[in-house]
């Protein structure tokens, strides 16, 4: 059984491999489909995107495809970035300057106010089939400085009061228990552990 994930973020891939690791499945991603082009995400909400990109995926290479959608939305500005956090600081800006703008937008907003959550839905769409959708939640407070060098996006910014510690503070085995990643995969695990595994149809 293959599964191809709709992303070439490494960071991405690593985590979901890790959440899936236990799963009897063979997982791709777009990296080994190097001819598979960049899909425009021109979806207005998460939901809406990770369908684009799992129903296009599953399409191109006839395999069953995962993909998510995922961001962060901070309550004060009214749930922004949201499904612009990729390219929050406009097109092809990268991690660092994405956080950058985000802690200029929030400077003089105090700690008590800056209250914000991890987003992520994913869609796994069967080729000539259906599509499952499923969505987690993690939250936390936008710190006022980077802190840590795990992770990717966000996390350096993302301070879980729980934890006393930035997302990318934690080491992948702990971030991936509480992630909005690994809530909304666990979920669609079970999904494909009832229907696909369990049942023994397979994809």
């Keep these: 059984m293959q599964i191809v994930l709709a992303t070439r973020n490494r960071g991405k891939i690593r985590e979901i491999k890790y959440i899936l690791s236990d ?8 990296l080994d489909f190097p001819n598979i082009p960049e899909i425009e995400e021109k979806g207005n909400t998460f939901e809406e995107n990770a369908l684009i990109k ?22 004060c500005l009214n749930g922004a970035p949201g499904v612009y956090s990729a390219r929050y600081a406009g097109e092809g800006a990268d991690d660092k300057k994405n956080n950058e703008k985000l802690l ?23 080729p000539k089939g259906n599509c499952y959708i499923e969505e987690g939640k993690c939250k936390g407070v936008i ?42 995969l666990k979920k669609i695990k079970s999904l494909i552990r009832k229907l696909f595994i369990d049942a023994g149809k397979g994809f």
């Design 104 to 126: 200029r937008e929030l400077e003089g907003i105090p700690l008590e106010r800056r209250g914000a959550a991890f987003v992520c839905v994913i869609a796994l769409c069967i």
């Design 54 to 75: 799992a129903k296009t995926v599953a399409k191109l290479t006839g395999l069953p495809a995962l993909a998510d959608d995922s961001g962060l939305a901070v309550d």
């Design 143 to 184: 710190s006022l400085s980077p802190r840590g060098s795990y992770g990717f996006g966000y996390d350096p910014i993302f301070f879980l009061p729980d934890y006393g510690k930035t997302m990318a503070e934690l080491p992948l085995e702990v971030k991936n228990q509480i992630s909005h990643r690994y809530k909304a």
């Design 23 to 30: 799963l009897p499945i063979e997982i791709k991603s777009l």
